[in-house]
């Protein structure tokens, strides 16, 4: 089956899946009968272009580089997002635009605009999730469009189809872990001896925290994954300004040279728990014994104990962020799309043995007294 993909932002994260998609194109066709076209790419600094007949991702990768999409040959330049997502062929929308935590915008309009086209979604992007993350999904249900969103809180670490798929029939009473990276390093190295000041520094030279690194030190980050958790995840009803946030500016060597006197080591951690019936959440530094298996994580690496009825505790560990780590979370949703069509496809009734399909030549023609309404009418359920 060949799926029609337009990416809407190509910045580090789409590029990564493009990357991934140009190696793996043959070793997907072969293992999962996955075959593509890119049709078309927005982005609003590097460009735009799009073709149905297909682009070359070399090529637009070249082309990023320098800002200059635009410029592709054989490619009709100068359409903005929303032109992209309606007007395009694709038939699969990556939404990876930048996150805005107070509106959802940029992507919670592009996401809406894919759904109200009937197009499929894989996105990494948290604003829309954080902001109308259920609404979102009843849309798409309502529309019979598939919306994946595995690289909101884990990145290519699969912590939402663990919780919502493979432990479907287990009740999940709390979910706590490491859900940023940046600040579970800045921690390691003071344990190592660095001051927050010096750690934040060597966080920011290798390029895991940004010049301005509030989001992530001061637990906002963690906040959104928080709320994706435990909204989407344990069916709450929580708001970014409904969290307790605490970050971890104000931990001091002292405060780590005392944990560790206690067999103790500070993480932030979030924590989403569902007591008599509510569901609550919070984001804030804890000390955990050593035998707690959060408290091994260390670096930039990312991990989610989920608490579990009759499974007990499950942890799952694994990168939380990265250009190659996130653009598989696309790659992994753009599979599980394609997974869902073809079965779905696979299911459709065929005809008899030399009997013409409906629309070819020799088909019945259509009861002189059915309207078109009435022929659509009675297929509803199906659409």
């Known amino acids: 089956m060949e799926h029609r993909i337009a990416f809407i932002g190509f910045g580090t994260v789409g590029q990564g899946l493009a990357e991934i998609l140009h190696k793996k194109r043959d070793y997907l066709k072969e293992k999962y009968d996955f075959d593509f076209r890119v049709v078309a790419v927005s982005d609003p600094i590097k460009g735009s272009t799009c073709n149905p007949d297909g682009l070359d991702i070399p090529k637009l990768l070249e082309l990023a580089k320098s800002n200059r999409i635009g410029e592709y040959p054989e490619g009709e330049s100068g359409w903005n997002s929303l032109q992209t997502i309606e007007a395009s062929t694709a038939d699969i929308i990556v939404e990876a635009t930048p996150t805005n935590l107070n509106t959802g915008e940029p992507g919670l309009t592009h996401i809406r605009a894919a759904i109200a086209a009937g197009k499929h979604i894989a996105t990494t992007n948290k604003g829309p999730f954080v902001v109308a993350g259920k609404d979102l999904i009843a849309s ?71 010049a301005n690194p509030t989001a992530d030190v001061e637990g906002w980050d963690a906040a959104a994954k928080a709320i994706i958790l435990a909204n989407l995840v344990m069916d709450g009803d929580i708001h970014l300004r409904d969290i307790e946030r605490e970050g971890i500016t104000h931990l001091t060597l002292d405060d780590i040279a005392k944990a560790k006197s206690e067999g103790k080591r500070w993480k932030l951690i979030a924590h989403i728990e569902k007591k008599r019936g509510k569901i609550k959440a919070r984001v804030k530094p804890e000390k955990l014994p050593l035998d707690d298996p959060l408290a091994q994580i260390m670096g930039v690496t990312n991990a989610l104990t989920i608490s579990t009825d009759d499974l007990g505790d499950i942890t799952i560990i694994g990168p939380g962020a990265g250009r190659k780590e996130t653009g598989f979370a696309l790659l992994a949703d753009i599979l599980a799309i394609h997974r869902v069509l073809a079965i779905s496809k696979a299911s459709e009734p065929t005809p008899p043995e030399g009997e013409p399909s409906e629309g070819e030549e020799g088909s019945p023609e259509e009861p002189a007294d059915e309207t078109p309404e009435e022929g659509l009418n009675e297929y509803e359920d199906i659409l």
């Open 140 to 210: 798409a249900k309502e529309r019979g469009v598939i919306l994946r969103y595995e690289g909101t809180v884990l990145s290519g670490t699969p912590s939402l189809s663990l919780t919502l798929e493979a432990l479907q029939g287990i009740q999940i009473s709390c979910i706590r872990g490491i859900v940023n990276g940046t600040t579970n390093f800045i921690l390691t190295l003071m344990e190592q001896g660095k001051s927050y000041d010096e750690a934040l520094k060597e966080a920011q030279r290798l390029g895991y925290a940004e």
